[in-house]
Every structure is written in structure tokens, then in C-alpha cells.
């Protein structure tokens, strides 16, 4: 019951900060893993727990971020869902004990990202960009995907 107390408070905090800064799987991941789940079982009811809020967070910002790194709203959220698909079929190919030992790396890696892009100078007038080899790779992607989906 206790842990049950535990998780619907880590839960409430995750969804509130993932709607503000993000990284509210931080806090879900590891309080899941501590119940005794696996750390892919973990991963996966994280993400899906998180999930609605992300969708709609997503929505009501997209205004904050349309223009980011000179990509539309559109393509932020397809690149995203791209990312997203590509993640989960690498988790479920991860086994369960690799990904296991992963997972401290994973999100060490996560927090340097989060860390480099709070220290990142920008100018006050202008939204974050993604530098001229992200947005190039993202305009690359983009084309690609267009590309596949006029040949099908």
C-alpha cells in the first residue's frame, strides 16, 4: 500500500514537471524499478503512464516551439514520433538484463543533454535552435520521410 502512496505521488510529480521542463521519467523510471519491476517493464509503463500528458503538453506548447531550429510544429512532432518508434523497437530487441545495466547510462546521458541545454547561451528574442547540423539533419530527415511516403 505504501508503495502504491509512493508511486501515485512520483506519478502526479513526473506529470507535472514533464508538462513544465520535461524529464519527468527521471523520477518514474527509477520509482518503478524500486517496486521490484524490470527495467523494461519499468520503461514501458512509464512511457505509456506519461503518454497523455506529454500529447497534450505537446499541444498547447506547440506555439513555444513551432520555428525551433527553423522546422514547423509538424515536423518537431513527426521527427519525435520517429525517434519514438525507433526507440521502442531497440528497447524490445534490448535484452532485458543489458538494458538493465543501460539504463544508469541512459540516463546520465539524459541528464547531460537536459544539464547542456540549461547552460547554453541564447538571446532573449529568440526561441532555442538546434544549431546548423541539427536543423540540416532534421531538413534531411523531413525530406526523406516526404520522399518515402510520395512513393508509396
Excluded: E
Excluded at 505521488?9 to 520535461?22: C, K, S
Amino acid at each position: 500500500m505504501t508503495a502504491l502512496i509512493i508511486l501515485f505521488f512520483v506519478a502526479v510529480w513526473a506529470g507535472i514537471q514533464n508538462a513544465l521542463a520535461g524529464g519527468g521519467t527521471f523520477l518514474t523510471l527509477p520509482a518503478l524499478m524500486l517496486t521490484g519491476m524490470s527495467a523494461l517493464a519499468a520503461n514501458i509503463t512509464s512511457t505509456v503512464a506519461l503518454f497523455p500528458g506529454q500529447v497534450t503538453s505537446s499541444w498547447s506548447g506547440r506555439a513555444h516551439v513551432a520555428g525551433a531550429g527553423g522546422l514547423p510544429f509538424r515536423a518537431l512532432a513527426i521527427l519525435s514520433l520517429l525517434g519514438g518508434i525507433v526507440g521502442a523497437v531497440l528497447l524490445l530487441v534490448t535484452p532485458s538484463d543489458i538494458f538493465k545495466s543501460l539504463v544508469p547510462w541512459l540516463v546520465l546521458f539524459a541528464t547531460s543533454v537536459f544539464a547542456y541545454g540549461s547552460f547554453v547561451p541564447r538571446k532573449a528574442d529568440r526561441p532555442p535552435v538546434l544549431g546548423k547540423f541539427g536543423a540540416g539533419a532534421a531538413q534531411f530527415a523531413i525530406s526523406a520521410i516526404s520522399a518515402a511516403a510520395s512513393d508509396s
